[in-house]
């Protein structure tokens, strides 16, 4: 363990390669929701613009996007610590997060589509359903990393090493980034209305 973290520290003051290209994904991905948010912009200026509220169905996954993201802070947090058990539960915690939130955004999308917000309709609602639809294939990126993770840590013996470690911190930061990146979504969508 001494001999694991000595080697962690020394490497670890230059950005191991697979954080760098996370970083470079996420940063390509923010500009990709920055360019589709200013295409909003400008198309909400030119007027017919549907003004519809948003569904609190929204607000709900939100909380448990954020709560999911806490979770898989702890269960690094444990990992590290070597709590084997919490951080595995904390882990499968997270991953059931992700897909409640998916069936809330889908929700979200029924109530929309219910009160007349469709992709055909306005563009209002073409723009929402592309952002959040967006956001979801990147939520279900995650997922998928998150599975991967749930699967090692039960078929794999507990072990603290540092590739485990960079690829747990690796689904941590994107986790953590859909989640900010939903909340810039929620907060944009809520004041532009």
């Known amino acids: 363990m001494d001999a694991m973290t000595t080697r962690y520290e020394q490497t670890s003051s230059r950005i191991h390669p697979l954080k760098f290209g996370l970083w470079i994904s996420m940063a390509s991905i923010s500009m990709m929701f920055a360019a ?11 007027g017919d ?27 690094f947090r444990s990992f590290k610590q070597g709590k084997e058990q ?4 904390l882990l499968v915690g997270t991953l059931i997060l992700g897909f409640v939130f998916l069936v809330l955004q889908y929700f ?3 109530s929309l589509f219910e009160i007349g917000v469709d992709l055909r309709g306005n563009p209002s609602g073409s ?5 959040t639809g967006i956001h979801a294939l990147h939520i279900i990126g995650g997922i998928v990393a998150l599975a991967i993770g749930v699967i090692r840590a039960y078929t794999r013996k507990y072990r603290l090493t540092e590739r485990r ?22 907060i944009f969508l809520y004041i532009s209305r």
């Open 36 to 46: 589709f948010t200013s295409a909003y912009v400008v198309r909400q200026a030119q």
């Open 49 to 75: 613009w549907l003004e519809f509220e948003l569904p609190n169905i929204f607000f709900v996954s939100t909380l448990v996007l954020l709560v999911s993201s806490v979770l898989l802070h702890i269960s």
């Open 86 to 89: 919490r951080y595995k539960l």
């Open 108 to 110: 979200g999308w029924q």
């Open 127 to 131: 723009f929402l359903y592309i952002l």
């Open 165 to 186: 470690v960079i690829n747990f911190e690796l689904t941590l930061h994107y986790w953590h980034f859909v989640d900010l990146l939903w909340v810039y979504l929620l």
